[in-house]
Nanobody
Framework: VQLQASGGGLVRAGGSLRLSCAAS????????MGWFRQVPGKEREFVAR???????YYADSVKGRFTISGDNAKNTVYLQMNRLKPEDTAAYYC?????????????????WGQGTLVTVSS
């Protein structure tokens, strides 16, 4: 599976962005898809996950503000980010997994896209 993330940019606090992650290769719908983010010098952290059955999970820090969704016809997963805060500034990565594991653990995911940078100004 190849993953291509896009949609990052510069936005003011309180604004919105939508990230996209286009998947190619194997059938997208058989994978669980996740979003992580990373700030330089810090560990990559879990943001959201959508299981192959559509069940979603969020980090507490984004719950109520971010929404993960998918379009099987387009082999694309989205991360709608609303009410952005400066602390949301990071490189955002999408990832895919076909196996069980801790949903927030990087090791659960087998495939990663390149990062897309989100910068939230105060």
């Amino acid at each position: 599976v190849q993953l291509q993330a896009s949609g990052g940019g510069l936005v003011r606090a309180g604004g919105s962005l939508r990230l996209s992650c286009a998947a190619s290769g194997r059938t997208f719908s058989s994978y669980s898809m996740g979003w992580f983010r990373q700030v330089p010098g810090k560990e990559r952290e879990f943001v959201a996950r959508m299981g192959s059955g559509g069940v979603v999970y969020y980090a507490d820090s984004v719950k109520g503000r971010f929404t993960i969704s998918g379009d099987n016809a387009k082999n694309t997963v989205y991360l709608q980010m609303n009410r952005l805060k400066p602390e949301d500034t990071a490189a955002y990565y999408c990832a895919a997994s076909r196996r069980a594991g801790v949903i927030s653990a990087k090791s659960t995911y087998d495939y990663w896209g390149q990062g897309t940078l989100v910068t939230v100004s105060s």
